[in-house]
T-cell receptor, first 112, second 113 residues
Framework: GNSVTQMEGPVTLSEEAFLTINCTYT??????LFWYVQYPGEGLQLLLK?????DKGSNKGFEATYRKETTSFHLEKGSVQVSDSAVYFC???????????FGGGTRVLVKP | DAGVTQSPTHLIKTRGQQVTLRCSPK?????VSWYQQALGQGPQFIFQ???????QRGNFPDRFSGHQFPNYSSELNVNALLLGDSALYLC????????????FGQGTRLTVV
């Protein structure tokens, strides 16, 4: 079946540092890939997505590239802010239907 | 434009009881999915409703059931509650099952004691 593996946290960074969160997946066919963010006490917000190989999703300074050859979708941001402190989830969905399969989440803490 | 709204926000139930959680989808959305998020874990797919029918189901027992109404809102029912059912229950809505961009509500925190 489908599965998503992402690096365990917590990841602790200083403001303006570079952030990378690794995500790899196992799936049949060509899934769509997503990064969701969850702020304390809130639900999930879609951060970015990519629907086919070599697509790059980007939003709010975050980027991730769909790499089919390495089955990866790593999240990066060049300069993090305190407000980026949250839990980040990598997820995939098949093209037909929108059942999402999530990774376990990575907690990021950015210190001033 | 109201997003996905869920009620109640928090709920405490006793083992063996039954609970009903409610979800109103984002305006214009017709598909509702439910997820269970245990503490410190990623969300797990429970089931999805479209056109008032369950279209997909995850690996959850029959104690978990749902319903979708003609206005697209949805309910999640859990019978014979177990301590392990304590979790954040998230509702997500989208437009048609083929649209994989899901919008999530803030969730209902269920505690079973």
């Amino acid at each position: 079946g489908n599965s998503v593996t992402q690096m365990e946290g917590p990841v602790t960074l200083s403001e303006e540092a570079f952030l990378t969160i690794n995500c790899t997946y196992t799936a049949t066919g060509y899934p769509s890939l997503f990064w969701y963010v969850q702020y304390p006490g809130e639900g999930l917000q879609l951060l970015l997505k990519a629907t086919k190989a070599d697509d790059k999703g980007s939003n709010k300074g975050f980027e991730a590239t769909y790499r089919k050859e390495t089955t990866s979708f790593h999240l990066e941001k060049g300069s993090v802010q305190v407000s980026d402190s949250a839990v980040y989830f990598c997820a995939l969905a098949k093209a037909a239907g929108n059942k999402l399969t999530f990774g376990g989440g990575t907690r990021v803490l950015v210190k001033p | 434009d109201a997003g996905v709204t869920q009620s109640p926000t928090h709920l405490i139930k006793t083992r063996g009881q039954q609970v009903t959680l409610r979800c109103s989808p984002k305006s214009g959305h017709d598909t509702v999915s439910w997820y269970q998020q245990a503490l410190g874990q990623g969300p797990q797919f429970i089931f999805q409703y479209y056109e008032e029918e369950e279209r997909q189901r995850g690996n959850f027992p029959d104690r978990f059931s749902g319903h979708q109404f003609p206005n697209y809102s949805s309910e999640l029912n859990v019978n014979a509650l177990l301590l392990g059912d304590s979790a954040l229950y998230l509702c997500a809505s989208s437009l048609e099952p083929q649209n994989t961009e899901a919008f999530f509500g803030q969730g209902t925190r269920l505690t079973v004691v």
